[in-house]
């Protein structure tokens, strides 16, 4: 398996606080990836990074900034949490030096906005 | 229309049974193509690679069809361990490696 993890793998929050989930890979992979999945909508992409301090938005990155200052660490922020923010987050890592850019997946990181 | 689709299913089989998917692509420009396996409350799973020629691994067998613009996974003799959502998922060329991914396909194998 790819060597990423995730932190916190759960964590419940109140509404209008901010959160900040981590992601550590240990694979030198240049992009990571942020998603949230919800039933009905598959997995959503938030950011994603394409090197150290080379970030752009998703499909979904309205209430999310991220940051990267390290190859091995993706930080997901939620400036002030919503309940429409309750969902599952992944992170992911690739490499497109290979040849067929395949993603893996970190275990995911389950948030619930109260 | 979603740039990848799949039908949601559940397909609900008894082991042994073979099984087919598709997924759908709108954009032509599409150039590397995956199927990946998830499991119920985890992460996905890459279960593998589509080539242009098609490929086998064991009981899966992934197909590409560029001129109608889809892929297609197999699953022979299907294990009550294949039950699962499979998601495929398309990358364009031009140099983002951004991948689109389906929604997912249920699969159900019961005794």
């Known amino acids: 398996d790819a060597g990423i993890t995730q932190s916190p793998r759960h964590k419940v929050t109140e509404t209008g606080t901010p959160v900040t989930l981590r992601c550590h890979q240990t694979e030198n992979h240049r992009y990571m990836y942020w998603y949230r999945q919800d039933p009905g909508h598959g997995l959503r992409l938030i950011h994603y990074?394409?090197?150290?301090?080379?970030?752009d938005k998703g499909e979904v990155s309205d209430g999310y900034s991220v940051s990267r200052s390290k190859t091995e660490d993706f930080l997901l922020t939620l400036e002030s949490a919503t309940s429409s923010q309750t969902s599952v987050y992944f992170c992911a890592i690739s490499d497109p030096g290979t040849v067929t850019y395949e993603q893996y997946f970190g275990p995911g990181t389950r948030l619930t906005v109260t | 229309r979603k740039e990848v689709e799949q039908d949601p299913g559940p397909f609900n089989v008894p082991e042994g049974a073979t099984v087919a998917f598709n997924c759908t692509y709108s954009?032509?420009?599409?150039?590397?193509f995956f199927w990946y396996r998830q499991d119920c409350r985890k992460e996905p799973k890459l279960l593998m690679s589509?080539?242009?020629s098609g490929n086998e691994d064991g009981r899966f067998t992934a197909q590409l069809n560029r001129a109608s613009q889809y892929i297609s996974l197999l699953i022979r003799d299907s294990k009550l361990s294949d039950s699962a959502t499979y998601l495929c998922v398309v990358i364009a060329s031009g140099g983002s490696y951004i991948p689109t991914f389906g929604r997912g396909t249920s699969l159900i194998v019961h005794p």
């Open positions: 990074s394409y090197g150290v301090k080379d970030t």
């Open positions: 589509v080539y242009s």
């Open positions: 954009n032509s420009a599409s150039q590397s």
